[in-house]
């Protein structure tokens, strides 16, 4: 199922497929300065579209112009659509070491590059690739189950009924908040922060800033209490205080835990996603320019 990874406690994390070979690389964590790279070679492409008409229509223009092969066949993936079928397209990719270019044919185009259909291997050979990684969500529910489910701009937790949700927040081991009382709660990475995160009033975060933002959603008690600015190394602990009475959901990307009794998320560097796109139009840009916008 897209969106969907699940993965027995205790499995080995694996990654299928080479890497490409950007110019130019950004990611989530420092890195030493960028190296030189010969432009990489984009011949053969994967289009994936949307069901909007718009997407169709493009998606048969361009495989007539430029060909189509599968993705597994692919140099580089061409995401047709908007924001929704972008994080679509990363989770269902994840671990092919492929990277994703996209070009808005949907409604929100945050993560995608302007539509137009000539000169796209140039495109593709001049992009600029940012490396995210994605956040790993383990539930426990009610019935002492597991479930493991990725997500790439957020994790949130949400009250099932008309009663707030009480929830404990531990970091590393520590106990930090002994109880929120609040509709929910999300972490999110740098990527997701100019998203729900926003809305919830959370910080914009730059995209090469090593930190997560744990923001409450409504939050009731403590009053004056607007979340925390954590190490993208940390691990968040959530504890759902009485669970029978105010009972919690889960969510990452298109996947929900319902009757939640904890949750644990922290940022899996074993898996990476490379987004490409053009040149003075990167994902840093996109957020820092989000900031001074009204």
């Known amino acids: 199922m897209e969106g969907s990874y699940r993965r027995k406690s205790g499995a080995q994390h694996s990654l299928s497929g080479s890497r490409p070979s950007p110019r130019d690389c950004t ?11 010969s432009s990489p070679n984009y011949d053969r492409i994967s289009f994936i579209a949307s069901q909007t008409p718009d997407a169709k229509t493009a998606l048969k223009r361009l495989a007539k112009r430029y060909g189509n092969v599968t993705p597994e066949q692919a140099d580089v993936i061409v995401a047709l659509g908007g924001d929704g079928l972008m994080l679509q397209t990363l989770h269902r990719l994840m671990n092919s070491g492929k990277p994703i270019y996209g070009m808005h044919r949907g409604t929100v185009g945050f993560l995608m590059n302007d539509f137009r259909e000539g000169d796209l291997k140039r495109r593709l050979a001049a992009a600029e690739c940012t490396v995210i990684h994605p956040l790993l969500m383990r539930v426990r529910d009610a019935q002492n189950r597991v479930h493991e489910h990725y997500a790439i701009n957020e994790v949130s937790l949400f009250r099932q009924t008309y009663q707030a949700a009480r929830l404990r927040i531990v970091i590393d081991g520590k106990e930090r908040l002994a ?45 004056r209490w607007r979340g925390a600015l954590l190490p993208d190394s940390a691990r968040v602990t959530i504890e759902v205080l009485e669970r029978d009475k ?18 644990d998320v922290s940022v899996d560097r074993f898996r990476s996603m490379h987004m490409l796109f053009d040149p003075g139009r990167s994902l840093a840009e996109r957020i820092l320019r989000e900031q001074f916008g009204y």
């Not at 709660?185 to 809305?199: E, K, Q």
């Not at 105010?246 to 009794?261: G, I, W």
Request: glycine share 4%.
């Open 27 to 37: 990611y989530f964590q420092p890195i030493e300065p960028s190296m030189s790279y």
């Open 246 to 263: 105010r009972p919690v959901a889960a969510v990452a990307v298109h996947e929900e835990v319902r009757s939640v009794c904890s949750l």
């Open 179 to 223: 109880e929120l009382v609040a509709d929910g709660m999300l972490i999110a990475t740098p990527a997701g922060s100019t998203a729900y995160n926003l809305s919830a009033h959370g910080p914009i975060i730059p995209i090469n800033a090593p930190l997560l933002a744990l923001t409450p959603i409504s939050p009731f008690r403590p009053r």
